[in-house]
């Protein structure tokens, strides 16, 4: 852990809020979708992804010089294991807050798109989990872990904003899961019965399958960048942060 | 205030002719997306989207360096607010300045759209205000002030062009109210009976959602980044401004 | 004129060649969204215009280090003019190469964008010669010169590249007629008969609002930034000229 | 060959890797595309073009410092033979590396792909060699070239990923073949029958035009870019490589 980052009470609030942003940006614009163009689900989707583009790409810019703007456990952790190879990253405890603070995030994310939409806060129905959906977390997963971490050992963590909103982007449409591949935003996605739902039968499988992906990326980003531990540091974001805030 | 700035009068046209802008892109590519796709309003509201996100970029982009790109009095008030606790920022004066021709640009925006479609300008029937639209409207503000203060914060705002821009296009679409986030686009919205209009009886609570928002913005950022006050000369983006503009 | 820069038959060919492929690019993508998406309009528009945005940006990025990448007598005529001033741009008669280069590419872009479609090149009969749209028209070459020459004003030519290509991407659906902005490409596109072709009797006074335009941005320009006429220099990407190009 | 490389077989997994993400990315969104809006095939294309530029972006920036991320056999040739001419670039050996794996991770991709949507590896049935298409072909994969190796020559490297992003972004739409612009690519794209495959007797005709087009693109380079052939070591992310990966 370096020495100039945030207080951890606040990098938490900075977790919180981002991954409830998140959130809402995926549910609430996949009721928008789902209300307006009701005709052509592949026109939702569109919707809904390009909403999330936009809008991941502009919460890590906010929360990564407070956070380094993880939302996401499985980037955490990774971030927490390569840290105990190279004495940084995240320590175990603060591990521990950081996926609390996302998971209740990502709930608190769900009732408030479903307020917006005066949308009632019900358990989803949406079965997802099916071989194919699986293998597609698997994927996602993988290449997240990959990106992330990649940047991050070759100095250009700089690019995270944009380059994880494009990725996610793409992962919508190629995997056919769309591309969950995090297990705080599947939690908070269980807490909407509309386009972006899944039901909670649904939840444990993906999540495996996402901790599948994660080691799986990390298995890749070792082999093809093997500094990659010593940079864990740098996760997301650099943590450009400001003296005053720490 | 920065002794570089160059003077009200040129800040006070580029706000009107920015503003104006804005809004004729808001409404033209309204008007035109109803025209085209008359049988899913899906499509209508990303077609425009897309047009603001690309056409807000840009214009910050090219009034940045002159007046900040506000184009929006809660933005010059946040400004003023944080300048009041350091010594920079708009003075008192400036902010009413700024106000008024933000809202008068966003009025002739409006009628220019028309005048480009062909279409009367008449006052809208679009009726906004439910309970849901307003809580979108406080959570729409309070993220793009939060956004624009945090980069001026953390010494990134030249980053507010495309971020800015970003964040509406998602906003757009994880809001139940299409994020107006801007009283003066919003009075402006009035005078056009088309796609994003607003009806006159709407527009007083969306200010007061918008103020709501204003000031949870504020606080969000004061909790994230205690130093934001300091940095609140750099809004929109540094003034970097040319000499001989001064 | 700088003495580094290439010699002006390469200017030419790239004036030429980057020219034609803009053409193609909103000629190709034009055909190819009214075969696919037959039943909107709307639809057709918005993938003609994210064709636009994405090759518009590439096609500066290759071409601005060699001519500068007008690919529009407008720009080059304003290029022309702030630098009599400045004893810096185009010469007179660099001015008249750049135009007829560009013409010429322009109509060929047509008649290849034609073949790689199997249609057969002819006169468009698409009349889009009304008061809205010549308005649109004023409005959109106003806001183009304004935009190129600010950046160059304020020594940001290097963002020319992307946000050159979002406004034209804005001003095709905030403008009523979808945002010509260019005499040059406006006689191209005379030679198809397709979605994105114009009448021959339309584009007299296409050109004329562009000229219109044109002054009008020049005017802003001038009195948004005094200093621009001394940087017409560096539009519209800064002559970063590999010696060995010269 | 600059000393500071990858091993062969670290760039060549990179490769392989890449050049399957780029696959699965275009298939599988193919997939999806024609799932979810079977009612429309310009939506169709606008997902898989929307996917495409996002995902081929990000692919380029996270290889780009292992193997240069060409996932392309074209443009490995062309790097090969620029740099023989300065004695950099790849070796005539790393060259049928570069294309072997290429290949095979964009035949592996498909059918990831086609695993993710349980849809079954079979061949396609698309004949797709046409006249106006393998123009289409010869024009997108001049201008791939043209594109990459003008940005090395010009010292602009590290714009690479989002240039090559836009670049077939629009070139899927100003196209009439969709700018498939890459042998291994078309090679894999064989073994899915979806709305991306093409039926092995197009194959032939499509790698004939796409080498057609990168001598095209070849030509313009050395005629606009004198110095094209001395910088071919910096395609297409400049190696900044790690120490510790070499």
């Given amino acids: 852990m370096t020495t100039n980052q945030p207080p951890l009470w606040r990098r938490a609030v900075a977790e919180l809020l981002g991954t409830s942003l998140l959130v809402m940006v ?32 502009v919460l890590i810019l906010v929360f990564g010089p407070v956070s380094g703007a993880h939302f996401n456990p499985v980037v955490s952790l990774v971030d927490w294991i390569l840290g105990r190879r190279s004495g940084t990253g995240l320590t175990l405890p ?61 100095k250009r ?22 591309s969950f591949a995090n297990p705080a935003v599947t939690v908070g996605r269980i807490f909407s019965d509309t386009f972006a739902g899944i039901a909670p039968g649904s939840v444990p499988s993906f999540v495996i399958a996402q901790l599948i992906g994660a080691a799986a990326g990390l298995g890749l980003l070792l082999v093809l960048f093997p500094s990659a531990a010593r940079a864990a540091d740098d996760v997301v974001l650099p943590h450009q942060v400001d003296k005053a805030n720490s």
Same sequence: chains 1, 2, 3, 4.
Wanted: net charge negative; aromatic share 6%; no cysteine.
């Fill in 94 to 154: 603060e591990l521990g807050t950081y996926v609390v603070v996302q998971t209740l995030g990502a709930i608190g994310g769900s009732v408030v798109a479903n307020a917006m939409y005066d949308v009632g806060t019900s358990i989803s129905s949406k079965d997802r989990a099916t071989g194919g959906h699986l293998l597609g977390e698997v994927v996602a997963t993988a290449g997240l872990i990959l990106l992330i971490f990649a940047l991050a050992a070759t």
């Fill in 157 to 178: 963590g700089v690019l995270a904003a944009p380059a994880v909103g494009a990725y996610i982007g793409a992962a919508y449409w190629f995997t056919s899961s769309t």
């Fill in 26 to 57: 995926v549910v609430g614009s996949g009721i928008a979708a789902q209300q307006l163009s009701p005709n052509d689900v592949g026109l939702q989707l569109l919707q809904n992804s390009t909403a999330t583009v936009l809008g991941l790409t």
